[in-house]
Nanobody, 123 residues
Framework: QVQLVESGGGLVQHGESVRLSCTVS????????MGWFRQSPGKEREFVAA????????YYTDSAKGRFTQPTDTAKNTVYLQMNNLSAEDTGVYYC????????????????WGQGTQVTVSS
């Protein structure tokens, strides 16, 4: 069974950085698509970024482009969301997700989800 465990959230100051981790068990990450989502207070969950381990491609929404990256560690079966130059608009619960079928990285349908980790950016 595929399971995702997230860590790395917390309280940061405006302009600072934070790195979230998403460790996958039950399946090798080298064939997965991985997605990141954010749910801000009072808002619906929104798509942030995605990556393909098999071909190394990355996708970022406009809010993440230029500030976020998605490094990976195959040995640890872990994908990261490195978030830089954070602002209050980045506050929310961040979820990683995966699926066992390949698709375009703009496809926001995923089957397996992490438990979420809170990121709070103070101004």
């Amino acid at each position: 069974q595929v399971q995702l465990v997230e860590s790395g959230g917390g309280l940061v100051q405006h302009g600072e950085s934070v790195r979230l981790s998403c460790t996958v068990s039950g399946h090798s990450v080298t064939t997965l698509d991985m997605g990141w989502f954010r749910q801000s207070p009072g808002k619906e969950r929104e798509f942030v970024a995605a990556s393909s381990w098999s071909d190394g491609t990355r996708y970022y929404t406009d809010s993440a482009k230029g500030r976020f990256t998605q490094p990976t560690d195959t040995a640890k079966n872990t994908v990261y969301l490195q978030m830089n130059n954070l602002s209050a608009e980045d506050t929310g619960v961040y979820y990683c997700a995966t699926r066992l079928w390949r698709s375009t990285l703009t496809n926001t349908n995923y089957d397996y989800w992490g438990q979420g980790t809170q990121v709070t950016v103070s101004s």
